[in-house]
């Protein structure tokens, strides 16, 4: 199907709009055709990223982009423990940022198909229809966690970004002379890796890390939310023919049409199954790369928590405090998708128990029976294809970071 043959209802641009501007933004949007302007904004995001570096006229400084100039401030190693903590942090969040944006471009053809699976799921569907409230039941809570991420994130980013802020007093003193040496804080606050600078080049790195805080929002925090998102309009899809086959076994009619009715339920099951599996193909290695680089994270705000609260530093222990909530937040939104897919797709062998194959045909009622064991088999999304993302695994993960925090403050305190 292509996107020129779908029609865009209210409902499906209210439900996709955000995960398009997220997306479009960073030049991976699947449903719009591969272009020049497109393949821009994606180089764009990903240089931000990793590396972008310019002379600037007469000036001889180097600019460097999120990753390269965090990876340079850890070599130097000129800060505090706590602040070389916060640095390999970033780097870490930087690397499953990147991993997302390149995984959700390689696999656009995958996540097209999804969403044009959805379009058509939209059009057809009947209003007021107890299907459709599924549908948008679904829609809503996929928008609600997008735009509490996302709202969320800014705000961090903003408020970093009015920390890095000189002083109207430091202002006045760069207005004396441009060639003063002009040292203050920028938003990554790297001033290792480029030291004193002078107010043009100072104002030119603090817009640069800017923007690359607001980029690295995008790749991180947005390409979140579209998983959540697209996540959750399969779970609509399932949920929604759960419902209109029930709806099939309160109709009286022949037996062709009950397993016409039967073939039609299975065809959109496999289809919604090859979705779910398309989402997996295309995150299973972005889930590998998460769960390394978020555990390596746990344990390191594990260890500067810790050390926070022996310093009595109240405001960076708070700071600690929620970079580990949202690391947890963000594991939390994985394995909650996952966990929704497998079981609705389970599910489905109960609707088919309770469907009167009694009064089928010997022949047909076997079929059935085949049906109900293949939906005994649920879709399992896995990180790396070997470890399921369920609310299980969530649970184990929370369990196995207090129990690290335990064992690393008795050894603190030691």
């Known amino acids: ?4 043959d779908v029609i865009w209802t209210t409902d499906s641009t ?6 398009k501007c997220i997306t479009w933004a960073t030049g991976t949007w699947p449903l719009q055709e591969e272009g020049i302007f497109s393949t821009i904004r994606f180089v764009i995001a990903f240089v931000l990223g990793v590396l ?7 000036i001889e400084h180097i ?3 999120t990753l390269v100039s965090i ?13 070389t903590l916060d640095f390999v942090g970033i780097s870490l969040a930087t690397v499953a940022g990147l991993t997302k944006l390149i995984f959700i471009k390689l696999h656009r053809k995958d996540l097209r198909k999804i969403l044009l699976s959805g379009l058509d799921n939209w059009s057809t569907i009947v209003d007021n229809s107890s299907a459709r409230k599924v549908m948008l039941k679904y829609s809503q809570r996929g928008k609600f966690v997008g735009r509490m991420q996302m709202s969320f994130a800014f705000v961090i980013i903003t408020a970093i970004i009015l920390d890095a802020i000189p002083s109207p007093e430091a202002s006045q003193q760069d207005n004396i002379t441009s060639s003063e040496e002009f040292p203050q804080r920028i938003p990554l606050r790297t001033m290792c890796a480029f030291g004193n600078m002078s107010a043009s080049i100072y104002w030119t790195v603090f817009v640069l890390q800017s923007i690359q805080l607001f980029n690295a929002v995008l790749i991180e925090s947005g390409n979140d939310v579209f998983f959540f998102g697209i996540s959750m309009q399969i779970c609509g899809q399932l949920d929604a023919l759960k419902i209109l086959f029930g709806e099939f076994k309160q109709k009286k009619e022949k037996e062709e049409d009950r397993l016409r009715e039967i073939k039609e339920f299975v065809v959109k099951h496999t289809h919604l199954l090859g979705l779910a599996r398309r989402i997996e193909d295309t995150f299973t290695n972005v889930l590998l790369v998460l769960l390394m680089t978020n555990g390596m994270h746990i344990c390191l705000t594990g ?12 405001v960076p222990l708070i700071k600690a405090t929620v970079a580990f909530v ?7 939104l994985y394995s909650y998708a996952g966990d929704f897919l497998s079981s609705l797709t389970q599910d489905v062998y109960h609707v088919i128990y309770d469907y009167p194959w009694y009064e089928l045909s010997p022949n047909n009622v076997r079929n059935l029976v085949f049906v109900i064991m293949r939906a005994h088999k649920p879709f399992r999304l896995r990180a790396g294809r070997f470890y399921p993302m369920d609310m299980e695994s969530f649970k184990n993960i929370l369990k196995a970071s207090f129990s690290y925090f335990s064992v690393l403050r008795i050894v603190f305190e030691e």
């Open 1 to 4: 199907m292509r996107s020129d």
């Open 14 to 19: 209210n439900a996709l709009w955000i995960y």
């Open 52 to 58: 972008q570096y310019f002379y600037l006229p007469r």
């Open 63 to 65: 600019i460097f982009g």
């Open 71 to 83: 990876l340079m401030e850890i070599r130097l190693s000129c800060g505090s423990v706590d602040e």
């Open 303 to 314: 260890i500067q928590i810790l050390l926070l609260s022996k310093q009595n530093e109240v």
């Open 326 to 332: 949202v690391i947890l937040i963000q594991l939390f």
